[in-house]
């Protein structure tokens, strides 16, 4: 299984940016497939999540009206699911983690390795 993101970089106050996270070795079937992000000396945060099996989204509050989840879906094993983050602003300055998961009390089980975005002012 593995979960690898790209897309973080250092981008200004108003810009946009698409996050990416590629899935391999997962029956996606029921799965749960998130943005989660940590900010500096801050507890890891949900972010938005799509769900395989309906393309549902679900974002936080600080998310909605600005970050946009979607997926693709070609494979039933191997997917991108993608992040696209518009008019960024400073807090949302972050290691963005995708992740998946499939148990019923919500919790996600795997994890990938993080990418940087850094909003400046």
């Known amino acids: 299984v593995r979960l690898v993101e790209s897309g973080g970089r250092l981008v200004q106050a108003g810009d946009s940016l698409k996050l990416s996270c590629a899935y391999s070795g997962l029956i996606l079937r029921d799965a749960r497939l998130g943005w989660f992000r940590q900010a500096p000396g801050k507890e890891r945060e949900y972010v938005s999540h799509v769900l395989w099996s309906d393309g549902s989204t679900y974002y936080s509050n600080f998310a909605k009206g600005r970050f946009t989840i979607f997926r693709d879906t070609a494979s039933n094993t191997d997917t991108t699911v993608y992040l696209q983050m518009n008019s960024l602003k400073p807090e949302d300055t972050a290691v963005y983690y995708c992740?998946?998961?499939?148990?019923?009390?919500?919790?996600?089980?795997?994890w990938g390795q993080g990418t940087q975005v850094t909003v400046s002012a």
């Open positions: 992740a998946a998961g499939f148990a019923a009390d919500g919790t996600y089980e795997w």
